[in-house]
């Protein structure tokens, strides 16, 4: 059994209505000893779109470090953060990391040229092959831009917003919505290689099987691609963002992780891993 989330959002997330408390009393309820709260931190995203994902660090570091003693003999609660990437926002991330402690740090792509892939503005003028490699492109140059990072969020996470109308396009040689590594394994694989050679992880972020796809985030592809390239840093998250999701899918993680080369996962703490056997 897996004992640990570490992707986790509560309310301090402008897409979640949970309050922090709700998501600690769900954890123990589950039987989970630790728990990573990792909300979300986007200070690009376009105001348009009626989302902030931005708070405020000082109130969200007091809350949570309320909820820390509060629970200190129920479940080890971690304070961490997901926060969005892109180069033009390196030195702030930076600064914003220097200045406050977290546990844990999840860097994801939620923009990609300033433009969220969920929107049809992404994919104008752009075929799914297209899309899909710019998207992969830019987390290499996210990578350059930015170490402060610990793993990288969903790695294939623009998977979920391919256009329901170019579905099926003869744009890849598997003409699929459902992507293959063989359709883009350089890039991938430059990929892969980049988070490695900084001494960075992924996350398998099981959100992916919560959205339909039939799979987690990365795919098993790519989660047996980055073993092979020597990968060994990966953590473990639902992306809650309610506390029913909490842990969702989690009993499919251990058998899919052994069989794919793995022997542990990781934890973090003070932005240090320790790893928890399968
Ligand atoms: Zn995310
Ligand atoms: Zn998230």
Request: net charge negative; glycine share 8%.
């Amino acid at each position: 059994m897996l004992l640990a989330d570490y992707h986790v959002h509560s309310d301090f997330s402008s897409d979640s209505t949970a309050p922090a408390q709700q998501m600690v009393e769900q954890a123990v309820k589950l039987g989970l000893e630790k728990l990573c709260i990792t909300d979300h931190m986007d200070y690009d995203y376009p105001q348009e779109s009626g989302y902030s994902f931005v708070f405020d660090p000082d109130k969200y570091m007091d809350k949570l470090e309320e909820l820390k003693r509060l629970y200190h003999k129920k479940i080890e609660l971690k304070i961490g953060i997901e926060l969005g990437l892109q180069p033009c926002l390196a030195a702030r991330n930076a600064d914003l990391t220097r200045q406050y402690p977290f546990d844990f740090i999840i860097g994801s792509s939620h923009l990609v040229d300033r433009m969220d892939p969920y929107t049809a503005g992404y994919w104008e003028n752009r075929t799914v092959f297209d899309g899909i490699h710019r998207y992969f492109e830019s987390v290499i140059e996210n990578c350059k831009a930015y170490q402060g990072f610990h793993i990288y969020g969903h790695l294939d996470y623009i998977i979920r917003y391919v256009p329901k109308e170019k579905v099926g396009q003869k744009t890849s040689p598997t003409s699929k919505y459902d992507y293959s590594y063989l359709d883009y394994s350089d890039l991938l694989d430059e990929v892969l290689r980049t988070i490695i050679s900084y001494g960075k992880g992924i996350e398998i972020n099981t959100a992916g099987l919560k959205y339909g796809l039939g799979y987690p985030h990365p795919k098993p592809e790519i989660l047996k691609r980055y073993r092979e390239l020597g990968g060994e840093l990966i953590t473990i998250g639902s992306d809650a963002h309610k506390p029913e999701h909490l842990c969702y899918d989690f009993h499919l993680i251990p058998e899919l992780l052994k069989s794919l080369g793995y022997k542990y996962y990781a934890t973090f703490a003070e932005g240090k891993p320790s790893f928890e056997k399968l």
